[in-house]
């Protein structure tokens, strides 16, 4: 730990927003109602990350294992996915922002695979920041889907497995070519990573909040990146050789 370096913001954060159904029971609603509220954080959270500097989001929201949940949760966050860009799309395309929908295609409606197609065409050019929504996501099979790739391309000739490097197999990922996180943000006071970026977290700074993921804020948010600020991320060296490698 070190002192907060007001300049040592993270350049790509990434978020488990988790505590959405928590939220709503406390309050004795719907775990529907959590879930918008959810929304509507997440909706904010987009201008204040851009607004605090943040150039890359990636958000947890529907996770591979997800699909166990009831029919009628997960049809309910299927169509909360596609309210959200059908009504923000606009402005975040107007803000520069690329969004980017990480996870697999299988299972999704063909509507709203057409939606995530429409948000990532409009947006492709977009440099102000970058937006990835994880839907449909999970680590693990994000892994295999880049092991399988490259196994066939062995399998063809066109690669040589006795050269497969972490560069190849990181290009693979549906992350390829972004910087990996330099902060993961956990809400509702639980302690794992969920499938959630395994590849990506190797060197990654961790930060649990109890706040429920409806309550996150700005001034949540902020405390996040003084917590940030303050780690001294060695990426295995010394301190002194880390930042002049940084
Ligand atoms: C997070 O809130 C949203 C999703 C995982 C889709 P939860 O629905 O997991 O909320 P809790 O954990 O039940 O409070
Ligand atoms: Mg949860």
Same mark, same amino acid.
């Given at each position: ?10 350049? =790509? ?21 959590? =879930? ?8 904010? %959270? ?6 605090? #500097? %943040? #150039? =890359? ?10 699909? #166990? ?23 975040? =395309? ?48 994000? %892994? ?23 560069? %190849? ?66 990426? #295995? ?10």
């Amino acid at each position: 730990m070190s002192e907060a370096d007001p300049q040592n913001i993270p350049a =790509h954060v990434a978020i488990v927003m988790d505590g959405n159904g928590r939220w709503a029971q406390q309050r004795g609603l719907s775990r529907q109602e959590g =879930h918008r509220k959810g929304v509507e954080a997440l909706r904010q %959270i987009v201008r204040d990350a851009g607004a605090e #500097g %943040i #150039g =890359h989001l990636t958000v947890f929201s529907f996770s591979t294992q997800n699909w #166990g949940r009831p029919k009628l949760e997960v049809n309910f966050l299927m169509s909360l996915l596609q309210r959200y860009i059908e009504s923000d799309l606009a402005e975040l =395309h107007s803000e520069g922002v690329r969004v980017r929908i990480l996870g697999r295609r299988t299972g999704l409606s063909d509507k709203i695979c057409q939606l995530i197609d429409r948000a990532e065409t409009l947006t492709a050019d977009n440099t102000n920041m970058y937006l990835q929504i994880a839907f449909n996501y999970g680590a693990r099979e994000e %892994i295999a889907d880049a092991a399988s790739r490259l196994a066939r391309r062995a399998a063809a000739g066109t690669l040589d497995a006795a050269a497969i490097t972490p560069e %190849i197999l990181d290009a693979e990922m549906l992350t390829g070519g972004m910087p990996d996180p330099d902060l993961i943000i956990r809400t509702s006071g639980e302690y794992r990573l969920s499938n959630f970026l395994l590849w990506q977290s190797a060197y990654t700074e961790f930060y649990f909040t109890d706040t429920l993921w409806p309550d996150f804020d700005r001034e949540a948010l902020k405390s996040a990146i003084d917590f940030y600020a303050k780690r001294d991320r060695r990426f #295995g060296m010394l301190s002194a050789q880390a930042s002049e490698a940084d």
